[in-house]
């Protein structure tokens, strides 16, 4: 993390990289500490070996039995040990869209917006605003104290500005969403990072649909307005 790597990759299996389940649980706990991001490849590894061991004996070397060493249930094997991504539920696949590698009426992008939707989509007084994914853990805790490791994500401007740029993309109207993210300004005109998404709490300055004690203005945000309007302007 003091070098700049904020993202890492750990593995359940493979000789010399598998990790047991105390050295995972050290792993995370580190990552909880730092902020840092931790992808874990999940497979039971025991089983792996059994069944390669096996192939290997039956002569079944062929390239074409990788797979057969690895059936799903093994690769999606011991979920209560880290979440499986098939749960993990965010916004990120709305890039494909934007970057031209789908396109934005493909089915897949569709149904995944509805679940995006019922999942992560919450109207604030600013307007809608969505949550990065699932138990999102960064964010004020809810009694409005602020992240200390622990917390509960909050809405974040910048997604709602990504959806205006989905909704160009579709021929529809991004005015909504650009209003929305203006709306959560905070009183210096700063679009913030995070907006409150409960009951008002007053003594820790918390509206709904204004900023939280994240960090204001959020540069990203900024720019996805800009972004937004000047394509809004130029259809």
Known sequence: MNDGYTSFKVFM???????????????????RDTGALVMVHAENYDAIRFL?????????TAPRYH????????RNWWPERSVPAAEQIGV????????????ADDAVITGSVKLVD?????????????HRYTDDGYGEHEDGSP???TGRGRPWPLLTGERGHYAL??????????????????????????????????????????????????????????HSTRRATTR
Do not use: C
């Not at 390669?52 to 079944?60: P, S, V």
């Not at 990120?92 to 396109?103: K, T």
């Open 92 to 103: 990120d696949f709305l890039h494909l869209v934007r970057l031209g590698l789908r396109s």
């Open 67 to 74: 797979a057969m060493s690895r059936p799903i249930p093994i």
């Open 52 to 60: 390669t061991n096996r192939l290997e004996r039956a002569g079944k």
């Open 169 to 226: 993309i579709r021929g529809e109207d991004a005015l909504p969403y650009l209003r929305s993210m203006a709306a959560t300004a905070s009183a210096g005109g700063m679009i913030p990072e995070q907006v409150w998404d409960a009951e008002d709490i007053p003594a820790r300055l918390l509206r709904r649909g204004k900023p939280t004690g994240s960090a204001t203005p959020l540069a990203r945000s900024r720019s996805a307005v800009m």
């Open 118 to 130: 019922a999942l992560l989509r919450d109207d604030t007084l600013a307007g809608p605003g969505w």
């Open 13 to 31: 299996t493979y000789e010399g990289l598998a990790l047991s389940d105390l050295e995972m649980l050290n792993v995370m706990a580190v990552a």
């Open 147 to 149: 992240f200390d490791g």
